[in-house]
């Protein structure tokens, strides 16, 4: 499978604990995004990386919350002590960035993850 | 900041019957995207628009990118039961930015 991959799929914690998410973007993209989606609601943006580089966090609330995409591994998403109202579907999603063959720029091409479903007892 | 609106919320629809969705912005974006998110899934990528005034087409599914630059629409045409699900439209101001989502249009087939 060469899409999106996010793990785990669900993923319950006790307040206070630490939550931790993760993706694998498709073979060849270079550029991670992290949106947050509460029920019956829409993508709200959080973060948008590269490798080693973080591009914009200005959805990302100051404190508890931050995200890395390693130059080897995963993107992960870091959610320290966890509260109530932290549960909410999390989304990754991956872009080619620059592409390589055509020298377009495909950023906005987004493929998104099935999700993790953060609950918070 | 930057913000994306919908409408309808929310539509209940007869199979076979044609659906028009619109977004629109404060802001001008110069990409607009349309998705679909079904229950439990991430949302899968639909249309891409590129230029003002570009109408494009996927299947059943017809988009156009407003003149303004501010505005987008989609039309779905013969309604199926299986095109439930909510239809999210996205925008980028620039190619380096950020990608921001509308809140969703939810969409019911009636048999």
């Given at each position: ?54 591009i ?5 609330p ?38 390589a ?21 | 900041?930057?913000?994306?609106n ?17 977004c ?85 087939v009636?048999?």
């Open positions: 499978n060469a899409g999106v991959m996010q793990n785990p799929r669900h993923l319950v914690r006790r307040r206070g604990q630490e939550a931790r998410l993760r993706c694998s973007p498709m073979k060849g993209h270079s550029h991670v995004y992290w949106y947050r989606q509460l029920p019956e609601e829409g993508l709200k943006f959080m973060v948008y990386l590269q490798k080693e580089n973080i914009d966090e200005s959805g990302m100051k404190e508890r919350f931050s995200a890395e995409f390693p130059k080897e591994g995963p993107s992960i998403l870091r959610i320290q002590q966890v509260v109530r109202g932290d549960s909410a579907a999390y989304f990754c999603a991956s872009s080619p960035g620059l592409g063959s055509t020298g377009e720029y495909a950023d906005e091409k987004l493929f998104f993850g099935s999700g993790t479903q953060l609950s918070v007892l | 900041g930057q913000q994306l919908q409408s309808p919320q929310s539509m209940f629809i007869q199979e076979g019957e044609d659906v028009s969705m619109n629109t912005s404060s802001s001008i974006f110069n990409t607009w995207l349309w998705y679909k998110q079904d229950p439990g899934e991430g949302p899968v990528l639909l249309i891409a628009l590129y230029k003002a005034g570009e109408l494009t087409s996927n299947g059943r599914l017809t988009a156009q990118f407003g003149i303004t630059r501010k505005d987008s629409f989609l039309n779905i045409s013969a309604s199926i039961p299986s095109d439930v699900g909510i239809y999210f439209c996205a925008g980028q101001r620039t190619s380096y930015d950020k990608v921001i989502f509308g809140p969703g249009t939810s969409l019911s009636i048999p």
